[in-house]
């Protein structure tokens, strides 16, 4: 059973950083994307960006390229969001997903879900 978990979301003013991490277990095969979502209130869920891991394929949404950066630790199989220039638009509930195959700017292509984790960027 795969299961994935964020972790280190929080509360940030306009212009700071954060660090979201994501851990998946249960994968039976390397051939696989982790993919970073967020939802806004009133908002339909949207991707920021994916890793496809057998190949570190990275590639982000235009909203957060040049602020964002993904970047995994293989050794612990975890997927890092590191947020930078942090906006209040960014405020969101983010999730991580994870789809065996490419990756994909689609949520309907993922399979399996984080619970999520809330980032509040304050102006």
């Known amino acids: 059973q795969v299961h994935v978990v964020e972790s280190g979301g929080g509360l940030v003013q306009a212009g700071g950083s954060l660090r979201l991490s994501c851990a998946a277990s249960g994968l039976t095969s390397s051939r696989y994307a982790m993919g970073w979502f967020r939802q806004a209130p009133g908002k339909e869920r949207e991707f920021v960006g994916f890793?496809?891991?057998?190949?570190?394929?990275?590639y982000y949404a235009d909203s957060v390229k040049g602020r964002f950066t993904i970047s995994r630790d293989t050794a612990k199989n975890t997927v890092y969001l590191q947020m930078n220039s942090l906006k209040p638009e960014d405020t969101a509930v983010y999730y991580c997903?994870?789809?065996?195959?490419?990756?994909?700017?689609?949520?309907?292509?993922?399979?399996?879900w984080g619970q999520g984790t809330q980032v509040t960027v304050s102006s």
């Open positions: 997903a994870a789809r065996y195959g490419l990756g994909s700017t689609s949520r309907l292509d993922y399979a399996y």
């Open positions: 890793i496809t891991w057998s190949v570190n394929t990275i």
